[in-house]
């Protein structure tokens, strides 16, 4: 593989909503560059980027996968981001490494949820974008309506650079604003369109379509406004450099025509990309630390062939066969092929024997990668995603992405002792290529759990077990993370005496145990005056209330946002000790919360759901039969988007429930909000529930 200068590189994240067509947009862009020799399709899984089992077999993107396209004397890196919901946290890790990204708006549903999201990843890396049009051949498809929802949610700084030529069945080709030409493509071809004419039937919308971009690019530079009030219009030369400008200052978001199924636009997509996307040289500068925790100071580095060697891992993989497959940017310096780094986040040496660029699953050897450019490589040893590492005389930390917390757990139980056994170590291996999984055992019911960002998560977690380490393991129901707490107050005494012969146990103490807002925690006051509890023994006291606290009163969940004042006690010279003090802490922590009236706390989720508009009515009613609270209700381009609070003990079944009301046509996001209390008769079943699952748990242990 050819090196390139970073000025001829550009690093494109492809983002969209679920289904927008990221992968079959790639697999085009790919054909179009001549990289493929045909024109992969998700539906028949021959993607390039969509490379994984589960990925082909589901239909959908679960991880992001970095193809390159060479075009115009420029190497174009493509991360191809997964768009649903469970799977965006992978979106978010690895779109940090872009400079700049293709957001895809499906040209039927216009702006999605996942739209939004992805949107606000963009705005968090100060990524200049390009919007994509795309399924522009579908039926129903309508540029206008799509670009109405644009301008909704985004604003009228999206901007047609591009105008259909027929929408549906009728979608041929794209016209040019810019160059004020015609392309007109063959369906499923090259992607490479053929100029003419714009046809009479498009040019008037055509002629106003480019006045308003013309407009749009003078109104935010002074000198072109002059020469716009001037001549009525600019050059063409005008016109393009100061679109450039407007998109690389995030002034305009320029908005292109495709159909990814039939390979239309895609020369032209690849032009804008590379006449109007910034390189990340051309971004400046990146920020590191000199330590991430608190007191790090900030450390500036060009992104500069001339500046010490420095990168960031921003995706790691766990292939049975390549073992652990590492992507990272080249953030400053130029890497050379089996160059020794130091890790920076784990101090250690790291050997990059053999430095390749990614074609999805293909990695094409390099002798070396320059300032902003993306590579692979294989076999390090103990690297993992957001490591830096760089030229051991100039160290430097660049801050990880941070990804929200799952949120659903699972039990995971073995299906055999060999899969037991080889069960820790495989996920261990997928736990360091998704970081947004969580794996630990429940101290309750000391069972394993496995925690995502929502059930297929974890089932395509338990597929990839299967496919890849030979490992079967079977989901038990989803756990919900119950707290408890108290509404009333209490004022107690917890005493332990015990005379055994020889040495005895004795402590005492007296506290008052009051409730805080929701959210506030645990707080221990001490308010012992005149020694009766020496000061050495007040901690002892504290970490008893604090270990029963986590073990639970009513049902084994944490209890939370309550404080305790520790007022009186009594001691003994020489039986009382530190042991006896944590006992007679947890045993007024029970006293107490017999007296303080013991609730039990569910967690309340944000949910929105999208579908159109026929369904709204239904999913309302169903919303309020889950308990939910609906907030408000919208409607964008004939899509309704509801936004209710809903317990999370009801939403455990919802995807499947919603793809079953609507045939698949909704989707939906939840995210976590806040703790509220169980009602009564509800609490009293989950109450039992775990009673019953402990006493289980008892009696097996004892057989
Ligand atoms: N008619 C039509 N279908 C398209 C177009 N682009 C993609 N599709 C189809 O839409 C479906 C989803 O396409 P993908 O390319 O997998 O979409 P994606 O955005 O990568 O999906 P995720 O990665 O799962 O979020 C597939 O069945 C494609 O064949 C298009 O322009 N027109
Ligand atoms: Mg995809």
Redesign the pocket.
Known sequence: MKVYDGKDVRNVA?A????????????GLLYAAGMVNRLG???EGN?V??FDDD?MA?????MTALAHAEWAKTKINLL?????NI?INDTKAAMVAADAALV?VD?VAGVEV?TEKVWAFTEEYGQPRLMVM?????ERASFERALESIHKVFGRTAVPVQLPMGEERAFRGVIDLLAMKAYSYQSGGDGKGEAGEIPGEFAEAAQSAREKLVEMVAEGNDALLEEFFDKGTLSPEQLRQGLREAVVARRIFPVAC?????N?GADLLLNLIVDFLPTAVERGTVTGYTKLEEGGEPITRRVADSEPVSVFVFKTSADPFAGRISYYKVCSGVLKNDATLTNFTKGQAERFAHITVGQGKEHVGVQELRAGDIGVVTKLKDTLTGDTLGDKAAPILYRPVKLPEPLIAFAIQAKSRADEDRLGQALHRILEEDPSLRFYRDGQTKEFLLAGAGQQHVEVIVSRLKKRYSVEVQLKAPKVPYRETIRGTADVEGKHKKQTGGHGQFGVCNIKMEPLPRGAGFEFVNDIFGGSIPRNYIPAVEKGVVESAQRGFLAGYPVVDFRVILHDGKYHDVDSSELAFKIAGSLAFKNAMREAKPILLEPIMNVEVYAPEQYSGDLMGDLNARRGRIQGMDNRAGTTVIKAQVPMAEMLTYATDLTSMTQGRASYSMEFSHYDTVPQQIAEKVIAAAKAERGEAVEEAET
């Open positions: 492809v969209g909503h679920g289904d927008s067509g990221k992968t079959s947009l790639v697999s399709r998700v539906d993607t980027t969509d990925e589901r239909k959908v993107t679960i191809d981001t997964p768009g649903y799977f895809l040209a996942q795309n399924k522009l051949d579908r495709a159909s990814a199924y039939h239309i």
